[in-house]
């Protein structure tokens, strides 16, 4: 057994199978097929991309649709006119695709899953479809601040599995979690303890107790896979301290939400772990938001 330190990671989008196929091996603690040695940089890429395309695939056809909510796709309407008053009449009804509006101009981002399966919402925008960076440069050049609020960032936090009960509760739902029902973690580097706030400066007699009903849990943890029982029973047996990697993938403005539950604390004292958690959350969007406006703060 062995600790490890809570940490949180932004995953910026580069393809949407790529990104969507990186959040998905996180379930199963997986890496992918890697490229041979030997290959040129582009033939790394290109086989990078190939592997991503066939694992989303695979992804969609099995019912595994949850990954796609992580991808991100946005557009930029220059006239609000562009679209008939039905499909405006679904959006406002829809809480799966967010947009904007300054001087008849909008802006929307939505996650793929959505896009995928309303192709005539899709239709509709997808002459209207931008890159992240564009959707920023047209908020910044017609100074629209709103938009901003709508920009989706996955963020990939390694925790406690019982901090992330915690952001799970508070989160809508476009969750990738480290599975303990199908990894075994005997054979995927050990039973490893995320770090609790507390342990630094703990006693001495708390921290040996603490590791030893670790260390015991983590034995009967080994040998219950030993006697033939699967993950997805042994796991009862771990403590909620054993770490877990969950990506979120949430509009500045959900995140924002989270955040005034988990590190504002706005409705209670939010749990040290979760607000340890809500500050490095906080400090990446606030570094990142920053390029673009000054006085951002969450």
Known sequence: ??????????????????????????????????????MTEEEV??????????????????GHRSMF??????????????????????????????????????????????ALEHEDI???????????????????????????????MTLVVTTQISTSRELNRTSPNSIAEQSTRYC?????????????????????????VYGLVCRVCEWGYNRLLKSGLKP????????????????YTYTLSDWSHILDLRFHGKTGTPHPNAKMIGEKIRNIIIERMRQYCDEFDI
Request: aromatic share 14%.
């Open 45 to 62: 890429k290109t086989f990078i991309q190939k592997r991503d395309e066939e694992r989303c695939k695979g992804f969609w056809e099995s």
């Open 1 to 38: 057994m062995k600790f490890i330190e809570p940490q949180v990671e932004w995953w910026q989008q580069t393809t949407l199978a790529q990104h969507i196929a990186r959040v998905g091996r996180i379930c199963y603690k997986a890496k992918g097929k890697q490229p041979e040695e030997g």
């Open 184 to 208: 075994n973690l005997e054979k995927k580097g050990g039973v490893q303890i995320a770090r609790p706030h507390w342990h630094v400066e703990g006693s001495r007699w708390q921290r040996m």
């Open 69 to 114: 909510r992580h991808g991100t796709v946005y557009f930029f309407m220059p006239n609000e006119r562009g679209l008939p008053n039905h499909i405006w009449a679904y959006l406002e009804a829809s809480p799966y695709i967010n947009y904007a509006t300054k001087n008849h101009k909008v802006w929307f981002s939505t996650n793929t899953q959505f």
């Open 232 to 247: 997805q029973d042994a796991r009862g047996v771990l403590p909620l301290d054993t770490y877990t990697v969950v990506a």
């Open 122 to 152: 899709m239709n509709a925008l997808s002459q209207y479809g931008v890159s992240e960076d564009e959707f920023i440069e047209k908020a910044l050049k017609y100074e629209c601040e709103e938009a901003f609020s709508i920009i989706r």
